[in-house]
C-alpha cells in the first residue's frame, strides 16, 4: 500500500514538473512564431534521427519489411523525416495552446465537408463514422474542424497511468474555443462501445484510429503493407449496426512544410449485414485499412512508424489440427 502511494505520488510530482515544461513551452513557441518554431523543430527531429535515438532503429526496419520496393536511401530519408514531422507536430500542438492558435488553424485547408454532409444525410440521427489515421498532425485536424462547427468525438487510446492520461488531456487544445466552434468530446478507448452508439446516435462525427495494434480479443487480422495487422473491428460493427455511413479522412502537410490539407473522402462501399456476419465485418475492416494504406503510401514520412503496428500476429496453425 505504501509502496502505490509513493508511487503516485512520484507520478504526480513528475506530472507538475512537465505541466510546467509545457507552459515554458508554449510560452516560447508564441513568443517565436510558428515558422521559427517550427524550423527549430526539425532541427531537433533531423538531430533525433541521427543519434539514433530509441525508436529509430525501430522505423527502420518497419520501413524495411512495408516498403522493399525503395531503395535504402529513400527508405533513409523516409525515416528521417518521420522523426523531423513528429517534432514539428508537437511544436503546433504547443501552438494550438498559444494566442497562435487562430493563425494555425488558418493553415489548414479542407477538402470534402460537402461529402461528409452527404453522408450525413444517409441516417435520420445524421451520425458518421469517421476513419482516421495517426497519419500528418491529426490533433490539428480535430482542431480544425470542431473550430468550424462540425460535432466530432474523437475515441483516443488513454494511458494506462490515469495521472499521465491527464497531463495529455491538458496538452490537447481545446477544440472549438474560436467563435462559431463546438467542443470536441473525447471517449477513452477500450469500453467505448456504448458512448460511441450515443455519439452516432446524437449526430456527431466519431472519429476512430484504426491504424494502431489491437490486442487478439479486439480485433481481426487484415492485410496492411502485405503483412497481417490485428485491426479494432468494433467501431465498423457499430457503425454496420445501425446503419451509420463510415468515411476515410486524412491529413497532410504539405510539401512547403508550413501548410496542411486535410482530404474527406466518399464513403466507403461496405457490405451489409456486418454486425452479424463476422466474415463480412472482416472484409470491412480490410477496406478501411486498405484507404489508411493508400494515404500513408502518399505520405510515408507523415505516419507514426515509430508505433509497433504489427506487434499481434496470428497464432501459428497446430499441425495436428486437420485442414
Known amino acids: 500500500m505504501l509502496g502505490a502511494g509513493l508511487r503516485d505520488a512520484c507520478m504526480a510530482g513528475l506530472v507538475g514538473v512537465l505541466t510546467a515544461l509545457i507552459g515554458v513551452l508554449t510560452a516560447l513557441v508564441e513568443r517565436l512564431g510558428i515558422d521559427r518554431s517550427l524550423a527549430l523543430a526539425a532541427a531537433l527531429g533531423r538531430a533525433w534521427f541521427c543519434v539514433r535515438a530509441p525508436r529509430a532503429r525501430g522505423v527502420e526496419e518497419a520501413l524495411a519489411q512495408a516498403l522493399p520496393e525503395r531503395s535504402p536511401a529513400e527508405r533513409e530519408e523516409i525515416a528521417r523525416a518521420v522523426f523531423v514531422h513528429l517534432a514539428q507536430s508537437f511544436a503546433e500542438l504547443l501552438a ?100 460511441v452508439l450515443r455519439a452516432l446516435e446524437a449526430g456527431r462525427n466519431v472519429l476512430v484510429m484504426l491504424d494502431q495494434n489491437a490486442r487478439r480479443e479486439e480485433g481481426v487480422f487484415v492485410p496492411f503493407f502485405g503483412r497481417p495487422a490485428c485491426t479494432r473491428s468494433g467501431p465498423l460493427a457499430l457503425a454496420a449496426l445501425r446503419g451509420h455511413p463510415v468515411v476515410p479522412a486524412f491529413i497532410h502537410r504539405e510539401p512547403d512544410g508550413l501548410g496542411h490539407r486535410l482530404v474527406i473522402e466518399p464513403p466507403l462501399a461496405l457490405e451489409p449485414g456486418a454486425a452479424d456476419d463476422g466474415e463480412a465485418l472482416r472484409r470491412n475492416v480490410e477496406r478501411a485499412t486498405q484507404a489508411i494504406e493508400r494515404a500513408v503510401r502518399a505520405w510515408p514520412g507523415q505516419w507514426i512508424w515509430t508505433h509497433r503496428r504489427w506487434r499481434t500476429q496470428p497464432r501459428p496453425a497446430d499441425p495436428r489440427r486437420p485442414v
Open 96 to 195: 494550438l495552446r498559444s494566442a497562435r492558435r487562430a493563425e494555425l488553424l488558418d493553415r489548414v485547408e479542407v477538402e470534402g465537408l460537402d461529402v461528409l454532409a452527404a453522408a450525413a444525410g444517409v441516417t435520420a440521427s445524421r451520425g458518421v463514422l469517421v476513419v482516421c489515421a495517426h497519419l500528418g498532425n491529426w490533433e490539428l485536424a480535430c482542431a480544425k474542424v470542431a473550430a468550424l462547427g462540425v460535432p466530432i468525438t474523437l475515441v483516443y487510446r488513454a494511458p494506462r497511468q490515469p495521472v499521465l492520461d491527464r497531463l495529455l488531456l491538458a496538452l490537447r487544445a481545446r477544440a472549438g474555443s474560436e467563435p462559431g466552434g463546438v467542443p470536441a468530446e473525447l471517449i477513452p478507448m477500450g469500453r467505448a462501445g456504448l458512448p
